[in-house]
């Protein structure tokens, strides 16, 4: 395992112990953590990383009292890109957040006050999110003369639906508590600290074999993609390996000698 405090950043942290479980901190406060194009350049480069630096989950967290309030746009106000320009930027955003969705390690997103516009598809990338009672999401981008650039119409689409995704981007509608959980934009909401809760859960998802959460992290949202008959089939080819490998032989062997913890309700 490779020491994960060796990357040199200036917009993320990136902290990691013997555990495998790891923390990439949005470090952006004073612009509640906007996405410049830096900051995106450095979430490719750690999401290329993670994987291979034998990270078993990880949590994406943010200084500050907010998630990621999206698109620095200020930067892109002062840029003045060219068409040309703005769509190479959210290619780099799609490289970005496609290394997150399909790299294989469990990401848990910690939410925190602001979850808007890009930073909603920042988060829509994770695994699992985390919202507390602060947490609210938003995609403003219709107010404000935008649309979105960074996988929202396929991830954001794909949590709450296109009908709540068009009328959240027209009407600038405000999701928040439960209701936000019940639409899909997050797993959890809980009362206290979701940086705590989401680690909680970065610590169970560490203690599955990796193979098994590579294929869940992974072969999940291919198969999405695909037609129901190339996903059955490509779901059979990942269960023949995942469910044949030594770990998963070990866990089966528990549980058939009743010393594996049994599912149970709460």
């Known amino acids: 395992m490779q020491d994960f405090n060796s990357f040199t950043l200036e917009n993320l942290t990136v902290t990691g112990d013997e555990d495998g479980v790891v923390q990439v901190i949005l470090s952006r406060p004073n612009k509640r953590n906007a996405l410049n194009a830096d900051t995106i350049e450095e979430l490719i480069e750690v999401f290329s990383k993670l994987p291979r630096m034998g990270a078993r989950a990880v949590v994406l967290r943010a200084l500050g009292d907010h998630f990621c309030a999206g698109l620095d746009l200020v930067e892109h106000h002062t840029e003045d890109r060219r068409p040309e320009d703005f769509m190479h930027l959210c290619l780099r955003w799609h490289e970005a957040f496609n290394k997150m969705e399909y790299g294989g390690v469990p990401i848990i997103a910690a939410l925190k006050g602001a979850v808007v516009g890009g930073g909603l598809e920042l988060a829509s990338s994770a695994h699992v999110r985390v919202a507390d009672q602060s947490t609210y999401f938003a995609l403003p981008e219709?107010?404000?003369?935008?649309?979105?650039?960074?996988?929202?119409?396929?991830?954001?689409?794909?949590?709450?639906?296109?009908?709540?995704?068009?009328?959240?981007?027209?009407?600038?509608?405000?999701?928040?508590?439960?209701?936000?959980?019940?639409?899909?934009?997050?797993?959890?909401?809980?009362?206290?600290?979701?940086?705590?809760?989401?680690?909680?859960?970065?610590?169970?998802?560490?203690?599955?074999?990796?193979?098994?959460?590579?294929?869940?992290?992974?072969?999940?949202?291919?198969?999405?993609?695909?037609?129901?008959?190339?996903?059955?089939?490509?779901?059979?080819?990942?269960a023949g390996i995942v469910n044949t490998q030594p770990a998963s032989k070990e866990r089966l062997e528990a549980f058939a000698n009743k010393t594996a913890a049994r599912v149970r309700p709460d």
Request: proline share 2%; net charge negative.
């Open 142 to 238: 219709g107010q404000r003369g935008l649309f979105t650039g960074g996988g929202a119409t396929i991830r954001v689409a794909d949590l709450v639906g296109k009908a709540r995704m068009i009328d959240m981007m027209l009407t600038g509608r405000v999701y928040k508590q439960e209701e936000a959980m019940q639409v899909g934009l997050c797993q959890y909401h809980i009362d206290g600290s979701s940086d705590d809760k989401a680690m909680e859960l970065a610590r169970l998802a560490a203690q599955n074999p990796p193979l098994s959460n590579f294929a869940i992290c992974s072969a999940i949202s291919h198969m999405q993609n695909m037609s129901a008959l190339d996903a059955a089939y490509a779901e059979s080819v990942v």
